[in-house]
């Protein structure tokens, strides 16, 4: 259960972080919720070969689900800019909600997609979560060699 639960809250992180920037370094903050809900579709259509009502629906999730994600990021700026840190009380709330959200995706994704679309799309999110898994274990561990030498 443990390690449902982490993987999902690394999931909506990888998500959070995807959303953000792509590879190429370009914003996607600047993009509309729609635009980044049907690039997103898109490709889940080119992975799951999605029927045209499948798709309908998809962007429907996909939409909300940026809507959400856009909705989060603006309040973690206004938040920082009050400089202000968070208790444990809060970071477990949000957590909490970040869960109860990716759970409740999963199952609506789950309603609109077969039993081979679904369980590609969920081995994909689960290698997505395991290459961010371990390009943040490399980012830690250069930084805590990076300590160790200069305790030397």
Do not use: C, P, Y
């Not at 992180?13 to 049907?38: C, H, P, V, W, Y």
């Not at 973690?76 to 202000?84: I, L, N, S, V």
């Amino acid at each position: 259960m443990k390690k449902l639960l982490s993987i999902a809250l690394i999931g909506l992180l990888t998500f959070n972080a995807f959303a953000q920037t792509n590879k190429r370094g370009q914003d996607r903050s600047k993009m509309t919720a729609d635009q980044i809900a049907e690039l997103h579709t898109k490709k889940m259509v080119l992975q799951l070969e999605l029927t045209a009502d499948q798709q309908q629906k998809i962007f429907q999730l996909n939409k909300a689900q940026a809507l959400q994600r856009q909705e989060r990021r603006k309040e973690r700026t206004a938040f920082g800019e009050k400089r202000q840190k968070r208790d444990s009380n809060m970071l477990f709330k949000h957590k909490n909600e970040n869960l109860d959200a990716l759970i409740a995706h999963q199952k609506e994704i789950k309603n609109v997609l077969n039993e081979s679309q679904f369980e590609t799309w969920k081995n994909t999110r689960n290698r997505k979560i395991h290459k961010h898994l371990k390009h943040k274990k490399m980012k830690g561990h250069s930084k805590n060699s990076k300590r160790k030498q200069e305790k030397r």
